[in-house]
C-alpha cells in the first residue's frame, strides 16, 4: 500500500495500490471523502492534470508515487463536464490519428507488394499493427469508425476524414491477411503458427465488421455479394495453412469453400472487373474457359491463370486489354489460333501460352515493341515464321520449341539486338542458320543456336 497526500477540497491521507488504481478511481474516493460529485473535480500531481484516458492506466504508470502529494481543486458542474469532455475529444482524435497512420503503412505495405519486396513489406505491416494494438483497435473496429463520427460534432474540418470511416472497419483485418500473404510468399515455413493466429484474428474482425456471414456488408450492397473476394482470398490462405500445419480435414473444406466462391464471383450475370489490375489464380484446379466478365477490365495488366484445367479458344476480347503487361496462361488445355485482336497488345512485356493446344500460325502483325520474354513452347503452332515479333526489339527469350513450325529460320531474327534465348528445339525447320545470328553478342550460342538446328531439318 501506498500513502498519498490530499489538500485542498479534502486534506488527509488516503491508502493506494498504485499498481491498481486509475485516475477515475482516485476521483471518485476523493470526490467521496469531499462530499462532492466525481466530475466536479480536479487532481493536479507534480503540476499535472491527472487525466482519465481511456480509464485503464494505473497510477504508477503515471509516475505517481508513495507520498505524492495532490491537490483536488473544484470546479463548477459545467467545467467538469467540459473537461471530460475535451479529455474524450482528445482520446478520440488519437485513436483516428493512430488509425490514418495504420493506413498509410498499409497503403505503402501494398505497393511494396506490388513490388514483390515481401520482406519489406512484412516489416512496414508490422508496424501498422503495432500501431493499432497499442491504440487498441484491433478488437474495437466499430468503435473506431463511432470515434471519427463523434469528432464531426467538435470540428467541421473533420469532415475531410470521414472516408476513412468506412475503410477503417475492416483494414485491420485486410492487414493482417496481407501480413500471411507475404509470408506465404516469403516460403518460410516458420511462420505457419504466426500465420494462422493472424488468419483467426482476420477472420473475427470481418465477422465483427462485416455481421455474421457478411449480412451487413450484403444489406448495404443491395443483396451484392462484395464480400466474396475478400473470403476467397482468406479461405486460400487458411487452407495453405492448415495443409502445411497437418490438418488435411480443415485445408480441404477451407480450399472447396474458396472454390465454391471463385465459381459464384466468376458465374454472377453482374460481376463488375471494371478496375481490377492484376488477377493471380496459378496452381490451382480451375476449370473452364477464361472468365468473361473479365472482358470489361480494361486496366487489366496482368492475368496469370497457368497450371489450371481452363479450355476453350482464346477470347478476342484480350485484345481490348491495352494496359495488359503479363499474360500468363501456360499449362492449361486452350486451343485454336490466335484471334487477330492479339495484334492490339502493344504494352504486353510477358507472354507464356506454352503447353497448351494453341494451333494455327503466329499473326504476322503481332510485333509489341516492348515485350521481353516469349514463351510458347509445347502447342501445335504451324506454317512459317513470317513478321511475327519483326519490330519487337526488346525481346530477350523466343521459346518456340516443340511445335510444327517449317521453313527457314528469316534473317531478320538477327536484328533483335537483345535476344539471348533462342529456342527452335523439334520443329519442321530446315536450311541454314542465319550468319545474321552471330552478330548477337548476347545470344546464347552454346546453348540455343545448337537447339535451333537440333531434331529440324538443316
Request: glycine share 6%; proline share 3%; aromatic share 8%.
Amino acid at each position: 500500500m501506498a500513502k498519498l497526500k490530499i489538500a485542498s477540497t479534502w486534506s488527509g491521507d488516503l491508502q493506494v495500490e498504485l499498481e491498481q488504481w486509475t485516475v477515475p478511481m482516485l476521483r471518485e474516493e476523493v470526490a467521496k471523502q469531499s462530499s462532492m460529485l466525481p466530475e466536479t473535480i480536479n487532481l493536479i500531481c507534480a503540476g499535472k492534470v491527472l487525466k482519465d484516458g481511456d480509464g485503464s492506466e494505473k497510477l504508477s504508470q503515471l509516475g505517481i508515487k508513495n507520498n505524492a502529494k495532490i491537490l483536488a481543486t473544484r470546479v463548477s458542474a459545467d467545467e467538469g463536464k467540459s473537461l471530460v469532455a475535451e479529455e474524450e475529444r482528445s482520446r478520440r482524435l488519437t485513436r483516428v490519428k493512430a488509425m490514418m497512420m495504420g493506413l498509410m503503412l498499409h497503403a505503402n505495405a501494398k505497393k511494396l507488394i506490388r513490388r514483390q519486396l515481401y520482406k519489406d513489406a512484412l516489416e512496414v505491416l508490422t508496424m501498422g499493427e503495432t500501431i493499432h494494438e497499442k491504440h487498441e483497435m484491433v478488437d474495437c473496429d466499430v468503435d473506431v469508425t463511432f470515434d471519427c463520427f463523434h469528432l464531426l460534432n467538435f470540428n467541421p474540418l473533420m469532415n475531410l476524414i470521414t472516408w476513412l470511416c468506412f475503410q477503417l472497419v475492416d483494414n485491420i483485418p485486410l492487414l493482417q491477411i496481407d501480413m500471411v500473404w507475404c509470408y506465404f510468399m516469403l516460403r518460410d515455413i516458420s511462420w505457419l503458427s504466426v500465420a494462422g493466429m493472424h488468419l483467426q484474428k482476420a477472420r473475427e474482425g470481418i465477422e465483427r465488421a462485416h455481421g455474421k456471414d457478411s449480412f451487413r456488408m450484403r444489406l448495404l450492397q443491395a443483396g451484392r455479394h462484395p464480400e466474396l473476394a475478400l473470403h476467397l482470398r482468406m479461405e486460400l490462405l487458411e487452407g495453405v495453412v492448415a495443409y502445411h500445419s497437418g490438418q488435411f480435414d480443415k485445408s480441404r473444406k477451407a480450399l472447396t469453400s474458396a472454390q465454391a466462391k471463385f465459381f459464384q464471383i466468376f458465374s454472377a450475370a453482374n460481376f463488375n472487373l471494371k478496375y481490377l489490375l492484376r488477377l493471380r489464380l496459378d496452381g490451382n484446379h480451375f476449370i473452364g474457359k477464361t472468365p468473361q466478365c473479365l472482358c470489361n477490365s480494361f486496366d487489366l495488366a496482368g492475368l496469370y491463370l497457368s497450371d489450371n484445367h481452363l479450355y476453350g479458344r482464346i477470347p478476342n476480347w484480350l485484345g481490348n486489354m491495352s494496359e495488359l503487361v503479363d499474360l500468363i496462361m501456360p499449362n492449361n488445355h486452350l486451343q485454336g489460333p490466335f484471334p487477330p485482336e492479339f495484334c492490339q497488345l502493344q504494352n504486353l512485356q510477358v507472354l507464356n501460352l506454352a503447353e497448351n493446344n494453341i494451333s494455327g500460325n503466329l499473326p504476322s502483325c503481332f510485333n509489341p515493341p516492348q515485350i521481353q520474354q516469349v514463351h510458347l513452347s509445347r502447342n501445335k503452332l504451324h506454317g512459317q515464321l513470317k513478321d511475327a515479333f519483326f519490330n519487337s526489339s526488346s525481346l530477350v527469350t523466343l521459346d518456340l520449341g516443340y511445335n510444327r513450325f517449317k521453313g527457314r529460320i528469316l534473317n531478320w531474327i538477327g536484328q533483335l539486338s537483345k535476344l539471348t534465348y533462342l529456342i527452335f528445339t523439334h520443329n519442321n525447320l530446315e536450311g541454314e542458320v542465319p550468319h545474321l545470328l552471330c552478330h548477337l553478342e548476347q545470344l546464347c550460342l552454346k546453348c540455343h543456336i545448337y537447339c535451333a538446328i537440333w531434331n529440324n531439318y538443316a
